[in-house]
């Protein structure tokens, strides 16, 4: 361990109570290891001095910047509603239909010189669009680290929080921390093939875990694991977990607090790819949870700390020793963050200043700026209201589903055989009231997990011979299941064709109608019915 | 050589009489080999059908991004003049002190959805803000392949444009094309450390190439190259050159023409680190360069092609089997790009895919929008007056430097044994007027070679004993020479010690000159003279 592991001393407002983090170096890889700082960083210190005139350093003066200002107009906190109707009250083809009347967008400008330029929490231009520490601004980690502290609610002490450039960034460098070529890491049984695309080229061999609708069976990690023969594998035990523990994708799978818990104990580097976390759904069904689900529906601070109360608990929260990430990101401006352990956000900050440094000063400005601007409480009003619109969504393909099929909820199915319930729809006949006497009417055309908020998609299963090309000529387009296959044996979805990915994120409520109409007549017809 | 590494078809116009890229594809290392392009790729065609309902994404509604809109003042292309006064007129506090006085700021606003979304032109946040191809927005390409053929002139016909997070982006994505751990990497003996800090970590050998103050001397790359014995050295021939060939860094060399040409015979993959290629000076002193310094000085189209045609020819000029890279960014924004072989482009993409994707949209929508609004012919007025004002702030520190001190013309300096020259500068005895015939006067204090305006440094020597802990006790802080060594035998420069890399670019004029006064106090000083 040389002095460029030394962990930075910065000030932060630790719980004190709680245990430091467990020391992993033996896991970082042979480049990860080889990360030096910056020779010349040393000077750093030097060019605060006060009086300073610095000819140190290459950079170019801020007057030569040709941003001035920016400006923002911004949609309000409570833009959408806690509790959409059903059904939108006015199908107009303008997206903000649902929108409060009463909204108004609010707006920022940001200036190229800043009144304020020693406050930590302020934003310029002219620091903004300079080259930047690869820490980025201090102003995001100040808000991410309350954000941090009140919603995961890490259960150690020395945390903290690394920007990056979108959870693909993310990953990569996770990647390139602990992968050797020709490792094992372990992953979902179906997983999102864009976190495959990361460490694939290392020649990594995907252990893929079996799962059920609440993901990763744990008796199943612990076999695979316990069971590792490192000389008849010709390859170290795997150490690295890629998981998707909210609205996984494909299968929309969210895991509860037990779950996490009974994982959480097999010693292994647990990665949480979590960018729906604020935005799923309390899945077990009970008095408190339905309590919370109608307090969710209030406007102001109570309604705030019931959506907070009703989040699974993060893998940080059972996490004594360090040995999670856990990342989100805005959507499309590439920008999120990594919570970790000193020693690995130290050795990530060594690996962006020799890749991506700080992300864009456009980016964390910003979006910076729009946070102080919203406040913790304003933020999280803004999280409710994504997470009711993307429920609403959810509930269009639901009852359009129940429109096109009949639909009876399985308690033994082939597809989960305990621990969950899934949904099959058949063939509707006489009449699209449910009938729960009809029982059984032809053969099952669909089977699918009941989709929670957070993941934007239902993943069900068509029919074995259902193949894509078909459903381009229907103009509807579904993700094919075999995309997402992790290369294992399956608990669930065979081998993937014949089951399909159904995103609910993006198509309007016409055109979730209109789809699950057609899904429904071709079927039909395939199944000559 | 799998489908993955198909060349994309995509129809642009290249000057049909050029030859195209060579296939190097046997450079690539284990890493770039393996990666493959997403298994669900092939989806995206079908998205594009008109009427096609698409639920196979799973990507947020851009109605729930927050952003309606997006508005920025920015300064005018003639914000600074061609031809600014040696002493800034009124030297006040205000940065802006030498702007035109007529010079107007304008102003544009991106919407959230616009009215010509089909146009590949048309910057809009609704595509801005949502999940992109690693290519990113086709507007900015559309902009950089018209810049590249004009400044830039290419010598064959296929090269293409890879939008990046940034130089040191796509630094590292070049390293991770091409090394493998303990391959050699040629370097300039003085280097930029933070080019060092990605390659290092494969435990890369620097095999440093000695210089002069046109930089890389081709005889001694020859020689490395041609007495490397793989069985002795236990290594391949390296096959990767990093070079800064505008203003160097640190020494502020500037390689012309003929320099160029000699290197690139040398058969070799050749990166160039070009940030300053459109801010350097003509250094070749001649009737032509002299006229064109004038012409330069002159506002429209006539100033405009003066200033193209002072630029020393780009690597990517000779190159008639893509053996280069050129890159540059916009300064803090985080953006950049390579200019490179449909080969390489296609690697860099999957590359692209698997870690940044496509850059912050903040960034490109912001950067595009502008570059719209200039037009070619702006941007480039805009770049004459960065250039103008390098030039202006190289002119401020020669100033102070004549008024500290005595400066001599060497001829003959050890420094530079031949083809350049290096001034040398002794203690001020009596009068302040320059003086051919007074000869030595003591012990030289300092020797430097003449910047030129692009580097924003100068790179001198200040004897062997000056340390930087001194600098900084006087409140003047440079960059040690140390810093930048590449670890070789040396042409120039010594161990480093005793040698500062001087910074133009950021102070103003009032502490460029107050910071040579205290610098030949401190000289003087410690001197005894």
């Not at 919570?339 to 690996?351: C, D, G, K, N, Q």
């Amino acid at each position: 361990m040389d002095a460029a592991f030394a962990i930075p001393t910065e000030a932060r407002e630790t719980a004190t109570s709680l245990p430091m983090a467990k020391d992993l170096s033996h896991h970082l890889n042979r480049l990860t290891r080889n990360r030096q700082a910056s020779s010349l960083k040393e000077l750093y210190k030097y060019m605060s001095y006060p009086g300073m005139i610095t000819m140190a350093g290459g950079i170019p003066h801020p007057q030569v910047f040709p941003f001035e200002t920016l400006s923002a107009s911004i949609l309000p906190v409570d833009a959408f509603p806690l509790d959409p109707p059903r059904i939108p009250a006015k199908p107009k083809k303008s997206l903000m239909s649902w929108l409060f009347p009463t909204s108004q967008n609010s707006s920022f400008t940001i200036p190229k010189y800043a009144s304020d330029p020693k406050n930590p929490a302020t934003i310029q231009l002219s620091t903004s669009l300079q080259y930047q520490a690869a820490t980025g601004p201090l102003a995001l980690p100040l808000f991410l680290r309350e954000y941090v502290a009140k919603v995961y609610k890490p259960a150690y002490a020395d945390w903290d929080v690394l920007i990056n450039v979108g959870a693909t960034d993310g990953w990569a460098k996770i990647c390139s921390l602990f992968l050797e070529f020709g490792d094992a890491i372990l992953v979902e049984e179906w997983t999102y093939p864009g976190a495959e695309n990361t460490f694939l080229p290392y020649e990594a061999e995907r252990v893929a875990i079996k799962m059920d609708a609440q993901g990763l069976l744990p008796d199943h990690l612990e076999s695979v694991l316990s069971g590792w023969d490192e000389e008849k594998r010709g390859k170290r035990r795997p150490r690295v977990l890629y998981t998707i523990p909210t609205g996984q994708n494909p299968t929309g799978a969210t895991m509860m607090a037990e779950r996490k818990k009974q994982i959480y104990d097999i010693y292994i580097i647990i990665c949480e790819d979590e960018p729906y976390y604020c935005l799923g759904a309390t899945y077990e069904k009970s008095i408190v949870a339905q309590r919370l689900e109608d307090a969710e529906k209030e406007e102001g601070a109570e309604g705030n700390e019931a959506f907070i109360k009703a989040l699974p608990p993060s893998f940080l929260a059972f996490d004594t020793d360090g040995r999670t990430f856990s990342k989100t990101s805005a959507p499309g401006s590439r920008l999120g963050w990594i919570t970790t352990s000193p020693l690995f956000i130290e050795r990530l900050t060594r690996a962006t200043e020799a890749s991506t440094q700080a992300p864009s000063g456009f980016a964390t400005a910003l979006t910076t700026t729009m946070l102080q601007q919203w406040g913790f409480e304003g933020y999280i009003r803004w999280l409710r209201g994504i997470k009711a619109t993307y429920k609403m969504r959810k509930t269009w393909l639901c009852d359009s589903l129940a429109d096109e099929f009949d639909l009876e909820f399985d308690t033994h199915s082939a597809l989960f055989p305990e621990k969950s319930r899934t949904i099959t729809g058949y063939a509707k006949r006489a009449s699209s009231a449910w009938d729960e006497k009809r029982g059984l009417k032809g053969p099952a055309l669909i089977t699918f997990i009941p989709p929670t908020e957070a993941v934007g998609s239902a993943c069900g299963r068509l029919g074995e011979f259902f193949e894509p090309g078909d459903s381009a000529d229907i103009q509807v387009l579904f993700a094919p299941g075999w995309g997402f296959d992790a290369g294992g044996d399956h608990a669930i979805g065979g081998n993937g064709f014949g089951y399909y990915r159904l995103a609910f994120s993006i198509a309007t409520y016409e055109e979730t109608r209109s789809a699950m109409k057609t899904f429904s007549k071709v079927l039909t017809k395939f199944f000559r019915l």
